[in-house]
Nanobody, 116 residues
Framework: QVQLVESGGGLVQPGGSLRLSCAASGFIFSAYAMSWYRQAPGKERELVAGINSRGGSTNYADSVKGRFTISRDNAKNALYLQMNNLKPEDTAVYYC?????????WGQGTQVTVSS
């Protein structure tokens, strides 16, 4: 079955960096676009970044452009989100998603907290 497992979240000071990972299994990872979403307390879940199946095309929410980088390693069935210059408003639970891989699948999420 499809499984998506995020890791790499934590507590970081403003201006700091984190790298999130999403380990994928149960489907042909290299065939599908992937994305990262986040949900802050009291807010709706929002798209952070997306990447096509080969990694050659990416898109970002305006709020993270220039600070976050999405990437993937199809040989390792892994999706990444490099987050730099983190701000308190980036605090949220971050999820990876495979929207079209034989269904709509989400990971369990990883908490990112940006605070001094």
């Amino acid at each position: 079955q499809v499984q998506l497992v995020e890791s790499g979240g934590g507590l970081v000071q403003p201006g700091g960096s984190l790298r999130l990972s999403c380990a994928a299994s149960g489907f042909i990872f290299s065939a599908y676009a992937m994305s990262w979403y986040r949900q802050a307390p009291g807010k709706e879940r929002e798209l952070v970044a997306g990447i096509n199946s080969r990694g050659g095309s990416t898109n970002y929410a305006d709020s993270v452009k220039g600070r976050f980088t999405i990437s993937r390693d199809n040989a390792k069935n892994a999706l990444y989100l490099q987050m730099n210059n983190l701000k308190p408003e980036d605090t949220a639970v971050y999820y990876c998603r495979c929207q079209y891989c034989l269904g709509d699948y989400w990971g369990q999420g990883t908490q990112v907290t940006v605070s001094s």
